[in-house]
């Protein structure tokens, strides 16, 4: 983790001072790719796995997302199929559902002229499974960032900043039609308002830690209630923080 956050925090202060130049159209070209890679990001250098943080409803409720699988439509090259699990609470539910790419561009940043970035923005729709308890549908738009290494293979865009996979829509509960916020992201959320007070990450403010989100505030944050929080109490916020609850047990 301390390895992630210092990427973050180098990639965010040059992200400040650089402006993208030698913008180029790339949306023909990411047709001809395959970046599934880019939703499920696992970088074995931090041996640390991405978990998506999120939120649900406008008092910010603890949402989880978990894409366990992502395959190129080989019907249509600009979408991806998906399967995966979300869990609000104690309420798990399985979706499948598809991510479609609009737009693609590649740029460089001015003190990194070497280095060549993309931006791929779109829409996505993930059905959850009807048969289970409290199940919707989420739709809406979303950016992910890549960046090219010097054998031209699309890489993880975490170099460019400290936010990726930037989703951005609703969920439709089945039954009532009513539609509620519902966005996620690597490392930042999108439109989070007041519930991020975090400067070169992401931490949840105190008042919302009954909302799902104390045991992100114990394992990552520094205070809780005003109070420090201690070794055990941090300990006791990652071992849930990095529960895989979207395995099903045997």
Known sequence: ?????????ISSSIKLFSQPTNIEPYTLQIKKRDISHLFIYDDSAFNEPQQPIGYIGDNFTRFRIKFISIIKNPLDSTEYLIYGKSKVKNNICSFQGKVNIDRCITFNEDNDTLTLFGELSGHYT???????????????????YF???????????????????QFKGT????????????????YRIPDSEDLDIGEGEFIPANKYKN?????YILGYGSFIDDVPIDDNRRLQGLRIEKEKWWIENK
């Open 211 to 215: 909302n799902g989100w104390e045991s």
């Open 171 to 186: 969920w439709t509960n089945y039954k009532t039609l009513k539609s509620i916020k519902c966005n996620w992201g690597d």
């Open 1 to 9: 983790m301390k390895k992630i956050i210092l990427l973050i925090a």
């Open 126 to 144: 993930l059905f959850e499974d009807q048969k289970q308890p409290g199940t919707g549908i989420f739709k809406g738009g979303f950016e992910t």
């Open 147 to 165: 960046w090219f290494d010097e054998n031209n293979e699309i890489k993880y865009g975490s170099l460019t900043g400290n936010t990726n996979n």
